[in-house]
Structures are given as C-alpha cells and as structure tokens.
C-alpha cells in the first residue's frame, strides 16, 4: 500500500543551526501539508503546497521556515535558524486532490532542539 | 485555536461495548470531518469522514454522526477491541479553501480485555 515517507525519524540539533525535513509523499498525490505536533499539544497545521507553490500558510509558518518540491518526488521543510521551541513531531501528509479526501500521513520526524 | 474541541482527554470501555468519542466544532464554514486514529510514535491514520451534507456515515464496526445544528460529531466503534486502544483525534476542513485541517486534542481510547 502507497504510503508517506520522512526521514530522518529523529533529528537534535543545535539551537540556531539549519535543519531540513523530508518528505516522499504518495506519487500520484497532488496537494502537500505539514504539521506539526508539540509534546502535549494539538496537530497544527503549518503549510500546504500544490502546483510548486505555497498555497496556504499558518501564522505559525513565518520567515524562518520554507519548503520546497526539488525534484518531483521529495517535499522539504527548512527551518532556517533552530529555537528551543521547534522541538516537536513533524509530520508530512498529501491528499491526491483538494476536496472529500482524507490526507494520509507519514510517520512523523522528532527534532529536538537543544 | 479552538474550533475543534474534544472535552475528554480520556475513555474507558470494556472489550465488546460500544466507545463513543464526542467532537465539537465552532467554525460553520467546516464541511468535512475526519476521524484519525493515532499511536505512539507514529502519524495520524485515517480512520473515517463525512461531508457536512450527510448525517451519519459507515464503515464496519465504525460510524461517525454529524450533527450540524449542535456543531457536534461523534464516532462510534462497535464492538470495541484492545486494538483499538489509541489516542483519536477529530479534524474538520474547509473543502473549498485549501483543505488544511484543524485537529481537536485527541481523546485516549483504552479498550479493557
């Protein structure tokens, strides 16, 4: 069965260092998401992506992230400059198209920002 | 951000007996909810949904009722299973805007044997 893959499964890194996330979400999918979960809190939405652009974005999502869509196959999320309160589950999830379908997600990568 | 809301954090129910897990939403624009089931370590698994122009959807021993008056969904699970132990999270989206969801807090299912 097709699924959403992220890699890696568990990042630390450095407050103030550069961190990529990434995604190979389901092939034939064409909208792109993600959220993130901080320890004991909801699943909040992030950003979505569809035809190689950003088409929505939380307020949560400011200058210090973005994402891109390389090659076709993978989708990253950059969070440029790592603080202590990153540290969270992001997940990567897409939907093959915009309306009645659910969104299917990866398996989450923990960052953890020291 | 509270436009989805699921006021316990918890439930309890014995092997065999029905789990009701209760969602309520503010935002009137939502016209379509899903349920996903989620375990430790691991991403939100879809579990179900329902268009807001339908009351009441299927799928085994799975069904979700929208009642949109009281802005109030609830998934039933007959007959509960230890496997079914899991936290459940209730989202809701905008079809025609994007399509981000929303997540309730989740409510941590335990099935007892």
């Known amino acids: 069965e097709p699924e959403v893959t992220q890699t890696p499964s568990h990042q630390v890194t450095q407050m103030g260092q550069e961190v990529i996330l990434r995604c190979v979400p389901i092939?034939?999918?064409?909208?792109f998401y993600w959220y993130r979960q901080i320890l004991g809190q909801k699943v909040e939405f992030l950003v979505s992506?569809?035809?190689?652009?950003?088409?929505?974005k939380s307020e949560i999502f400011d200058d210090q992230f973005s994402v891109e869509r390389p090659d076709g196959s993978n989708f990253t999320l950059k969070i440029r400059s790592t603080k202590l309160e990153d540290s969270a589950m992001y997940f990567c999830?897409?939907?093959?198209?915009?309306?009645?379908?659910?969104?299917?997600f990866g398996q989450g990568t923990r960052l953890t920002v020291v | 951000d509270q436009q989805v809301k699921q006021n316990s954090p918890s439930l309890s129910v014995q092997e065999g007996r029905i789990s009701i897990l209760n969602c309520d939403y503010t935002?009137?624009?939502?016209?379509?909810f899903l349920w996903y089931k989620k375990y430790p370590a691991e991403g939100p698994t879809f579990l179900i949904s329902?268009?807001?122009?339908?009351d009441k959807n299927e799928d085994g021993r799975f069904t979700v009722f929208l009642n949109k008056s009281a802005k109030h969904l609830s998934l039933h699970i007959v007959p509960s299973q230890p496997g079914d132990s899991a936290v459940y999270f209730c989202?809701?989206?905008?079809?025609?805007?994007?399509?981000?969801?929303?997540f309730g807090e989740g409510t941590q299912l335990t099935v007892n044997p």
């Open positions: 999830a897409s939907r093959p198209r915009q309306g009645g379908t659910e969104a299917f």
């Open positions: 989202a809701a989206s905008q079809e025609t805007s994007g399509s981000r969801l929303t």
């Open positions: 992506f569809y035809n190689n652009e950003i088409s929505e």
């Open positions: 092939s034939n999918h064409l909208y």
């Open positions: 329902i268009s807001s122009i339908k």
């Open positions: 935002n009137s624009m939502f016209d379509y």
